[in-house]
């Protein structure tokens, strides 16, 4: 009863504000998508054996799941501990387990409806293609939870809003546009070629769209074995978190 509590009130939390929340991250897509087209729709025709929009719009749809997924857990904790409400969800008999699950399922379901929001929208404008179906959920809920606990950690840890711009501006986002979103990694020099695949990011992004289009430039078994250590690594430090009060009790 708990979890379901918290979960059902992190999600109210962001479909009250609905036009921020969803539209905004679908306009926001979409204008990626309309400035990519026209800057390079005829100078790059096709990447990864498809066409260039083709390859693009997975990266899209993928970039605006993370991110607001990462948001959503990151200003409800944030804004709970500035305005000094946060008591409000430490004093019932909620577990640490319970409450890291609770922020994160809000964190996950936004992700997915903003994903499949995005999806439909750019549907009007690109094909989009469903090569494995059972991958491409994996990669959205790996991907969503794993933003989703990041953002939980981020807000934890963050005295002000400074600390919070941070990690999003110097973390989530070069992580983010560095994933091989908008390219192929096959295209770059061997040393950058080995720095994308290090970073997690690329995982969720590969892994997605060799889901929708079949095609992937890295080991789509690695991929999913990396984001699944990820999201168990940032569980039990989110748990921890929780369970010891760090920077949440005086």
Known sequence: MGLWTLSAKEVRRFLKVYFQTVVAPVVTTLLFLAVFALALGRAVREAGGV????????????????????????SSIMLSKVQGNIVDVLMPPLSAGELTLGFALGGVIRGLLVGVVVGACMAVF??????????????????????????MIAGIWADKFDHMAAVTNF????????SGTFYTIDSLPPALHWAALANPFFYMIDGFRF??????????????LVMALFDALLIAVAWRMFKTGYKLKA
């Open 51 to 74: 066409p260039f929009l083709e390859f693009l719009a997975p990266g899209l749809i993928m970039m605006a799941m993370v991110q607001n997924a990462f948001a959503n857990t990151s």
């Open 211 to 224: 889901a929708m289009i079949g095609h992937a430039d890295g080991p789509i078994g690695i991929g999913i």
């Open 126 to 151: 690109v094909p989009l293609h469903f090569a494995h179906p059972v991958l491409m959920l994996y990669h959205g809920l790996a991907a969503s939870l794993m933003l989703a606990l990041l953002g």
């Open 171 to 178: 973390i989530v986002t070069p992580l983010s546009f560095l």
